[in-house]
């Protein structure tokens, strides 16, 4: 059957074909662009999604998707179905679930969060093993994060659920977010290897540094600002990719560095904390998500407890200047 609107010729669809697990597999394959990866994800052979996407192709009389090399490309009614599609399945999803009411006790969901692997360790593992006891059943995947362009693009794709970035990455984009915590720098050195005295500024500038420079974009950051603010510099020796090979590699060594001090509180049994000597800017961060999940219960759930875990879990540290006057 054909209808026209404006002069094009429209295939009208049959919906008498179509069924919950076609729009599930259209939602995966939307989601990953890759076959093999959508079939993963919904449990499924990849013969047994390829069976269904063609029979999605018979029901909307389109491609749909146009392979690649390096998966599928979607069409422009792909696209188009895309967030129509999860409005819609989230809206059944939440039928289901109990008309809008969730229960964490019960519930068996799949939930994503992206974050650098900071945010991992130093806050949502310890957030996870709190979940465990009174969601039991809710498994939560948890990526790294490389790239928050990228990171935008998988929120409005659905791949994830919420994820972690500094704030000013989102200020005045599309996207929803509330600020849940605010890091400042603190020093950390091997253990006992500052002999117990507080740090001044001029052991602090002959010392040798190690810093993250994530993008390896060179060898300053937030520190060299302050530092250079009041006519001082620093020797910076390596600067690695992340915090967490950060701590590790000041545990082993006698360099210093300067790190968040969340993260540095879960490894204080492994490196001394001590007080910067010049004020060293912090940063903010947020959590995110996009408006398609936003009243979503077990996403909405999930961030409730992820806001209310990060505000009761300011560290509590001691540093070296605090044994001094203590």
């Given amino acids: 059957m054909k209808s026209k609107d404006n002069g094009a010729v429209i295939h009208a669809m049959d919906d008498k074909k179509l069924d919950l697990n076609l729009l599930l597999a259209l939602e995966a394959l939307l989601a990953e662009l890759n076959v093999t990866r959508a079939a993963r994800r919904l449990n499924l052979s990849q013969p047994a999604l390829s069976a269904q996407l063609s029979r999605l192709r018979a029901v909307f009389a389109d491609e749909l998707f146009i392979p690649t090399s390096r998966g599928v490309l979607p069409t422009a009614m792909a696209s188009e179905l895309q967030t129509p599609l999860r409005h819609a399945l989230d809206q059944m999803r939440g039928i289901i679930s109990g008309a809008h009411i969730f229960d964490p006790a019960n519930a068996s969901i799949t939930l994503a969060i992206a974050s650098s692997d900071y945010m991992q360790v130093a806050v949502l593992l310890p957030f996870l093993l709190e979940l465990y006891l009174v969601a039991p059943n809710v498994r939560v995947m948890l990526r790294l994060m490389h790239d928050s362009q990228v990171v935008r693009a998988d929120l409005e794709r659905g791949v994830i659920d919420v994820a972690f970035l500094q704030s000013e990455d989102v200020e005045g984009s599309d996207l929803r977010y509330e600020d849940v915590l605010f890091e400042r720098y603190i020093g950390i050195a091997r253990k006992h290897s500052l002999s117990g005295l507080p740090m001044s500024l001029d052991r602090f500038v002959e010392a040798t540094h190690i810093i993250v420079s994530p993008r390896a974009d060179g060898f300053r950051g937030a520190t060299d600002d302050a530092l250079s603010a009041i006519g001082r510099s620093r020797r910076v020796a390596f600067a690695v990719s992340s915090f967490v090979s950060l701590i590790e590699a000041v545990s082993r060594c006698e360099l210093i560095a300067m790190a968040p ?4 509180a879960r490894y ?6 001590f007080t910067p000597p010049v004020p060293v800017a912090g940063f903010r961060i947020a959590m995110v998500w996009h ?36």
């Fill in 261 to 264: 001090e969340r993260l540095a």
């Fill in 268 to 273: 204080s049994d492994r490196v001394d904390i």
């Fill in 291 to 326: 408006d398609s999940t936003h009243s979503h219960p077990a996403r909405l759930w999930l961030r409730s407890q992820l806001a209310a875990f990060c505000a009761r879990t300011a560290p509590t540290i001691r540093t070296i200047e605090d044994r001094v006057t203590s």
